[in-house]
């Protein structure tokens, strides 16, 4: 019998590369140096940016939901979009645990340092990736190279989210100001060579973004990928044993994770 099990993704690119799982690799190269140098990236637009980013990098720990809404382009040219919602928990530097539920996933994704272990609940079944450094950079990283996938937001949870976001920025503005869930945010617009990206960051002390729109220029019909937060903790009572996975009775390991075209992850049990 053949099951499978569907879990977070994103089937776009980052900013910083083109699409894979959790917080990413930071490389900011003397080009994209030179990009920032040369373009029209608005001042205001970039210290706004900073401000988020390092709030972001800052906090030690911190927790959020989540709602995901992620496009894909079918053959007709119709848009259609795929939606879960989730939460995340995360305890610098190396300690991660992400829910995410949706028509296709139920599931759990935990690090604890070490490797990286994916729940599926309704099949009670789970898979598990080592990963070749204790950060959770290191671990996304290795999970992008192994399943294509990605984290909901992941460049914003790097260890340095404005060099994450910044790599392939080639202009930036100030679109104005909006609401998000009825909080007040700057609305800033950035463009790429391989994508367009926006990002609504709260106003007042916290800076922490809202609302996170990233546009894949490449794709007919440039489908979006869009991620809204809400409920940010910034200082959560962490239960360290929320990060140590411990399989359920009767779960069964699974070793086949595979992005599928919808940029949910694929688990393929073969019995």
Known sequence: MLSRILISGSGRETPHRAFGWAAAT???TL?????????????DADTMLRAMTTSLATLKS?????????????????????????????????KLFITRKGPYADAEITFDGKAVSVYGKALNVYAQIASPGPTIDEAVEEVRMATGLDAAGADLLSADPYAALTSDVREGSIIGEAYVAGIKCDHLAFRGDAVDWQI??????????????ITTKWVTGAPQYTVRFANWNVAPEVDAKMFQFTPPDGA???????????GDMSVEDVQ
Not at 34 to 40: F, H, I, L, R, T
Not at 73 to 88: C, D, L, P, R
Not at 255 to 260: F, G, P, W
């Open 26 to 28: 930071v490389l900011l």
């Open 31 to 43: 080009s994209c140096s030179q990009a920032w140098s040369d373009n029209a990236v608005e001042p």
């Open 62 to 94: 911190f927790s959020f939901d989540y709602d995901v809404d992620n496009e894909i382009v079918n053959n007709t040219g119709q848009k259609i979009q795929f939606s879960a919602s989730g939460s995340a928990t995360i305890a610098r530097p190396g």
């Open 200 to 213: 609504w960051i709260e106003q007042g002390e916290r800076r922490l973004p809202m609302k996170y729109v």
């Open 252 to 262: 069964k390991k699974i070793d086949s994770i595979v992005a599928d075209a919808t």
